[in-house]
């Protein structure tokens, strides 16, 4: 295997600009760009975002640009590698930061694209998913599958901020993105099915003959239970850390066909080195201190953090205090496409 490959630079002239005519190029001068050895060669870099310097940028945005104009008032983490304006934090996931003010409602709409809330601060706000009503309490995880209506509304009296994580750059990629505008939807007058059919871990409604499931049972995970079995986890588990994965009630499957979620607390004075992972990934700080360092940047984390990995990163991740964070992957798409992988570090 010959391990230089011709150069565009030593083709004639004439050849590339016949080439260009006839709308043909190269493989070869190309060929280690799109299939590198042994391992991918990433466009993303670690990212990190302070929240405390974020806050005022998106207040301002709240004074600027009313809901209405903005359709929804987000500030989206731009990846360092793709640099200034980004639409993306990873090759897969974006990421942004959205504020809904007392009184504010964001209009209805459906996309293809799948997004995920992960509550950072504020009360009083709850968004309406294909006619569910669901609170937002900090830390809860609440999923927009692809495909179902959702509007976002606020009853109380101060902001409230929430992190989205949307599989939007590969629809975007795939030509397959778009959004379809709808009136405000009619609630349906009960709790959401995460306090009703789904209140207790391994209990699911009792099958009716013939009677289907909801694709999507349950989008609400609510913080206060995703804490406690954390803390009960790291009291028996064999791992530095406790991890849990966010799955589908009635199939064990991951909550979303190209992202998964899991709840991760790291206890005071412990470290992390997990292996390396052909994910791309996203950290949020729910609470907690500490530093992770990725690929040989360390940043220094707190409360409503949020950082990025590229794929295959070198993640260690150390706590000064017990901290809880929520991971954003895109493993379940990796899967589904049959390449993910894990490789010791
Ligand atoms: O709340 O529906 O951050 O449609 C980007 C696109 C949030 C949303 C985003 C969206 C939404």
Redesign the pocket.
Known sequence: MGETLGTLEELPQEYRDAMTAAGVAPLWPMMRNVLPHDRPNPVTKPGYWNYQALRPLLHRAGELTPVEKA??R?L?LSDPGRGAGAMQATASI?L?M?LLLPGEA?PA?V?T?S?V?IIVEGKGGYTVVDGERLPMEEGDLVL?PGGDW?D?GHDGDEPVVWL?A?D?PLFYYLEGSY?VEGPLQAQRNRPDAGQVEYLSSGLVPSRKRGAGTRKYPMVRYPWTRTEAALRELIKYTDDTVAELDFVNPETGADVLPTMGFTAMMIPAGTKAAPPLQSSSGAFHVVKGRGKTTIDGETFDWGDKDTFTAPVFAKITHEAEEDSFLIRVHDRPLQEKLGYYEERAR
Request: no cysteine.
């Open positions: 359709e929804r987000v989206v974006y942004g959205q964001a709409h996309h694209p997004a809330r927009t959702h976002h989205d949307l939007l959004a």
